[in-house]
């Protein structure tokens, strides 16, 4: 199934530039993603506030950067429709589900990288996920600015693992990944979940994943959405210029690492 471009308006816009603010939108059906997807976007923000820190009643470190990203987000059955404000990025609360963040605001509460990274978070089917570090897949912060112009992003799951990944440097496998394996929450067999960004041929992330024994899909089939957030004193534009996704029905094959 392809998702046809969004052809109502120029963008979808997730938030204005305010304080406080956090928006959602998922696609009208559920989609087919646990035998493989392949989805394209490109997203913007814009407006950003201007912010000074303070020392000894000084304004110090003027910079003019907003807050707080967006994310591809796949919900499973029973998930809310949104999450929260700020740092939660829209996603953080939504149960039974898998974000792909674009993070652009630094948040030392939840340990992240840097201020501009990507970062896939889920914490399974049973708990609300989470923007804290400890609940990310794999991250990396080697890209562009995502706070500059219009981004690309291609996302691609196939359920088939790949080997030869293992000695690419965009491959990343973080502690939270054995606690999926220890369990035996991906018996059934791994694949990979490929994210790029602005080259669509040459993934900046790879992570090793089991869709459909990480959320508690509907027959193989997920809502798929975005959401994004603003922060209290900080915050932007978020919006989407052009979406498609693609079903790809991939047979699975059982890989024992």
């Excluded at 790029?196 to 992570?207: K, S």
Aim: aromatic share 10%; net charge negative.
């Amino acid at each position: 199934t392809e998702v046809p471009s969004l052809g109502c308006g120029p963008a979808l816009r997730l938030t204005a530039s305010g304080p406080m603010l956090r928006g959602a939108a998922w696609y009208r059906r559920e989609q087919e993603v646990a035998e493989g997807f392949d989805t394209y976007f490109k997203f913007r923000t814009s407006n950003p506030s201007f912010r000074c820190n303070v020392m000894d009643g000084v304004h110090t470190h003027c910079r003019s950067r907003g807050a707080d990203g967006l994310a591809f987000v796949i919900r499973g059955i029973g998930g809310r429709d949104i999450g929260g404000f700020g740092h939660d990025l829209g996603y953080g609360g939504i149960e039974n589900s898998l974000a792909v963040e674009f993070d652009t605001y630094y948040n030392y509460e939840d340990m992240e990288p840097y201020e501009n990274h990507v970062s896939i978070h889920t914490r399974g089917g049973n708990e609300r996920n989470s923007p804290a570090q400890n609940c990310s897949l794999g991250y990396t912060n080697s890209i562009q600015d995502l706070t500059n112009g219009i981004i690309s992003v291609r996302i691609r799951y196939i359920p088939i693992f790949d080997m030869n990944v293992l000695n690419a440097s965009s491959f990343q496998a973080s502690s939270h990944v054995t606690s999926f394996l220890q369990n035996g929450g991906w018996k059934s067999g791994i694949g990979l979940l490929h994210v790029y960004v602005q080259n669509l041929f040459d993934a900046v992330l790879v992570v090793p994943l089991n869709l459909d024994s990480t959320i508690n899909l509907h027959a193989g089939r997920a809502a798929v959405g975005f959401t994004a957030s603003t922060g209290l004193d900080t915050w932007q534009v978020h919006d989407i210029i052009d979406w498609k996704f693609q079903s790809l029905r991939m047979e699975t094959t059982d890989v024992d690492l």
